[in-house]
């Protein structure tokens, strides 16, 4: 089993950064790609950035150049850095992970960017 919780969401301006954690617990063994997703309201959830346990990233085209994928394998941990928000990008964010092909998925933080 693994659990993940993420933080870091909040209310900002447009223009202004935020940074995601997701830390991870549980069997870990099986864990290879961490990503994030997010999901606004009347639309489907959609990835934003995913980074390998080679840490090899890629990133939706709304979102490169402004957003930064990292890990920390020592500390079960990913981050989401969000630079120069914009209110489209307005959305409950969640961790994913899959694990021995078992898919996990976190409770989701709220990111709110106003105009």
């Known amino acids: 089993q693994v659990q993940l919780v993420e933080s870091g969401g909040g209310l900002v301006q447009a223009g202004g950064s935020l940074r995601l954690s997701c830390v991870a617990s549980g069997s870990m063994l099986g864990i290879k790609d961490m990503s994030w997703y997010r999901q606004a309201p009347g639309k489907q959830r959609e990835l934003v950035a995913a980074?390998?346990?080679?840490?090899?990233?890629r990133y939706a085209d709304s979102v490169k150049g402004r957003f930064a994928i990292s890990r920390d394998n020592a500390k079960n941990t990913v981050f989401l850095q969000m630079n120069s928000l914009k209110p489209e990008d307005t959305a409950v964010y969640y961790c994913y992970m899959v694990n021995w092909a078992t898919p996990y998925w976190g409770q989701g933080t709220q990111v709110t960017v106003s105009s």
């Open positions: 980074i390998t346990s080679g840490h090899s990233t």
